[in-house]
């Protein structure tokens, strides 16, 4: 295995990372602030009719689907992640949500393809209106982000697909906090549900 960046004698200080904390912050606000409005409150109403929700994504927005799963399931909702041994087949009068930045993540867009034969709806979160993802979406909520390959962008100075994957974390707690504050479930209610078997 060859050098990497870290083999270099650099001295990494506490101003440093504090100068990146801010660049993160910054980036997270000014992103999430972007996002139409509308497109979220279609979203979180998908959510909320659905009989059963099924989350489906790759690499690290898949992880932040599988953390939105857990908060809706601690709701009380339906909530299953796709892939898991024990998640049944999706149905008419489901819901499957979907995350790709790109919006041409191949298991991710097969997800949506097979969702939509089966009656079900789609939700997408994606950076990219004009993808696959985005044509199968019955919703569509656009992260004004950059994509993974698109190195050279002067939408933000963090790697890769960072600053899509860090929205969309903060916009699924969003719409978890907001579903949560209409009813009328104390903290400790949800806290019965967390798992157990840890």
Same mark, same amino acid.
């Given at each position: ?6 083999? *270099?004698? =650099?001295? =990494?200080?506490? &101003?440093?990372?504090? #100068? /990146? $904390? *801010? ?5 997270? !606000?000014? !992103? %999430? ?6 497109? $979220?409150?279609?979203?979180? %109403? *998908? ?5 059963? @929700? ?8 898949? $992880? ?13 909702? /339906? ?5 898991? #041994?024990? #998640?049944?087949? =999706?149905?008419a009068g489901d819901l499957l949500l979907v995350a790709s930045g790109s919006g !041409? ?17 789609? %939700? ?7 993808? &696959? $993802?985005?044509?199968?979406a019955d919703t569509v909520v656009i992260v004004p982000a950059a994509q993974k !390959? ?5 939408? #933000? &100075?963090?790697?890769s697909g960072s600053l899509f994957e860090q929205v969309l974390f903060v916009l699924?707690? *969003? =719409?978890?906090?907001?579903?949560? @504050? ?10 019965? &549900?967390?798992? /157990?078997?840890?």
């Amino acid at each position: 295995m060859g050098p990497t960046a870290l083999d *270099s004698p =650099i001295r =990494i200080n506490a &101003r440093a990372i504090l #100068t /990146n $904390l *801010s660049l993160v912050a910054e980036e997270v !606000t000014s !992103t %999430a602030g972007q996002v139409d409005g509308d497109q $979220l409150e279609a979203l979180a %109403a *998908s959510i909320r009719s659905a009989e059963r @929700i099924f989350v489906s994504g790759a690499g690290r927005s898949g $992880l932040v689907l599988r953390m939105a799963a857990m908060r809706l399931m601690h709701l009380g909702l /339906n909530v299953h992640v796709a892939g898991d #041994t024990t #998640t049944p087949a =999706i149905r008419a009068g489901d819901l499957l949500l979907v995350a790709s930045g790109s919006g !041409t993540t191949a298991g991710v867009v097969k997800a949506a393809e097979t969702a939509a034969a089966s009656g079900a709806r789609v %939700a997408a979160v994606t950076t990219n209106p004009g993808s &696959r $993802l985005a044509e199968l979406a019955d919703t569509v909520v656009i992260v004004p982000a950059a994509q993974k !390959t698109d190195h050279g962008s002067g939408v #933000t &100075r963090q790697y890769s697909g960072s600053l899509f994957e860090q929205v969309l974390f903060v916009l699924t707690e *969003s =719409i978890f906090q907001t579903l949560w @504050i209409h009813t009328d479930a104390p903290a400790e209610e949800l806290w019965l &549900r967390h798992a /157990n078997l840890e």
